[in-house]
């Protein structure tokens, strides 16, 4: 398995715009807590992972900005690290 693509900022607000029915335009900067719990929900979806944020870390998002790093963190945090071959052996090493 390889690491995950994680989505930028603009990824983000579009996911955001979804959750309000809006346009991306007026998707505001500053993010209330019911939009980072959906945004979690979203992130957790699209990638088959659960996402337990500490209380720091959900703090910390003020932002779309802060969103975007807290998650793409908290993602591959918990996402599998990616299997390669190894030579001569037949097995698979984490690396």
Known sequence: ?????????????EMLARFGQRAAGSVPETLGSLELTWLTAEFEQRYAVVLELS????????TVDDA??????AVL???????????????????
């Open 77 to 95: 945090a918990v996402a599998p690290a990616p299997a390669t071959e190894v030579t001569g052996t037949g097995g698979i090493a984490r690396s």
């Open 68 to 73: 975007v790093t807290v998650l793409r963190e």
């Open 1 to 13: 398995m390889s690491t995950p693509v994680l989505p930028d900022r603009a990824e983000v607000v």
């Open 55 to 62: 209380d720091d870390q959900f703090e910390a998002v003020r």
